[in-house]
């Protein structure tokens, strides 16, 4: 963005979509050099013959904890709430 403010392009000012075709100049080079970074990064992995998630382990394993069941009980309360609120109270819906 500095080197095309340095070019002269006025990208703070103007109106919302002004701005935004002035950013165009500075976006299209961003997403040519991001996928030509994930192409090579594809072809690396291919080449070393990388076989993701076959083997693989968790460096933190995930277990289920108290604050884990406390919400699934405070969602299971609010479903039964809404479902009898429904049967109940049918002139709300």
Do not use: H
């Amino acid at each position: 963005m500095s080197a095309q403010k340095s070019r002269g392009a006025n990208l703070d000012t103007g109106k919302f979509t002004e701005r935004i075709k002035a950013l165009v100049p500075v976006l299209v080079p961003l997403f040519i050099s991001s996928f030509r970074r994930a192409d090579e990064l594809a072809l690396a992995m291919e080449c070393r013959c990388y076989q993701g998630g076959e083997g693989r382990t968790r460096l933190k394993q995930l277990r289920l904890g108290t604050n884990d069941l406390a919400a699934v009980l405070v969602f299971a309360l609010m479903f039964a709430a809404v479902l009898l609120s429904a049967r109940f109270l049918p002139a709300l819906f």
